[in-house]
């Protein structure tokens, strides 16, 4: 069974203090691996896919990298604005197109 | 352009009860998406429909829980007889197609409070 633990569970950053989020995988192949952002009442905000291991995706403060077994979403100088709960999500290989979630990392930027 | 609607945005309901909730998905989009979020717990992939075909009904949690698609566009999640255990936020997101490479836009979800 797919599953994605994601570490820690809550994080308070001063504004400016870079720090890296960590999401742990187990999939019987990987289709895709996926960040989110989502904010209190929210949906989930698409923010990357990584397919591969050794790929890197970036958007403004914002840094995934993947490996064979974990994810890490890297912050760069957080701002109070980047508070939310981020998700990682996995799907696996197949025509089921389920995919599996974390339960997320509450950051929170104070200023 | 529009994105992903859901309503109702909050439906209370009492145990037993039957409930309807609606999915508006963002226009030529051909992949549609149930999730459950509960507290405390990741978001919990229910099931997934392809057009109006849903290839896998098996995330659903009980035979108390349904949904339909018509015209490839609006979807319709049922659940029957409410329990308390139902109680959760249900997400529903879009995309152009099924598959990895293509990113799900979600909506704001309903809340559903079942007393």
């Known amino acids: 069974e797919d599953q994605v633990t994601q570490s820690p569970e809550a994080l308070r950053l001063q504004e400016g203090e870079s720090s890296s989020l960590n999401c742990s995988y187990t999939?019987?192949?990987?289709?895709?691996l996926f960040w989110y952002r989502q904010d209190p009442g929210k949906g989930p905000e698409f923010l990357f896919t990584l397919y591969s291991a050794g790929e890197e995706k970036e958007k403004e403060r914002l840094k995934a990298t993947l490996t064979k077994k974990e994810s890490f979403l890297h912050i760069t100088a957080p701002k109070p604005e980047d508070s939310a709960t981020y998700l990682c999500?996995?799907?696996?290989?197949?025509?089921?197109?389920?995919?599996?979630f974390g339960i997320g990392t509450k950051l929170q930027v104070i200023p | 352009g529009a994105g992903v609607s859901q309503s109702p945005s909050n439906k209370v309901t009492e145990k037993g009860k039957d409930v309807e909730l609606r999915c508006d998905p963002i226009?030529?989009?051909?992949?549609l998406y149930w999730y459950r979020q509960s507290l405390g717990q990741g978001l919990e992939f229910l099931i997934y429909f392809q057009g109006n075909s849903a290839p896998d009904k098996s995330g659903l949690p009980s035979d108390r829980f349904s949904a339909e698609r018509t015209g490839g566009s609006v979807s319709t999640l049922t659940i029957q007889r409410t329990q308390q255990e139902d109680s959760a936020v249900y997400l529903c997101?879009?995309?152009?197609?099924?598959?990895?490479?293509?990113?799900?836009?979600f909506g704001p979800g309903t809340r559903l409070t079942v007393t």
């Open positions: 999939v019987s192949g990987l289709r895709g």
């Open positions: 226009s030529g989009h051909t992949a």
């Open positions: 999500a996995v799907q696996a290989p197949g025509g089921y197109q389920k995919v599996t």
């Open positions: 997101a879009s995309s152009r197609s099924t598959g990895a490479s293509y990113e799900q836009y």
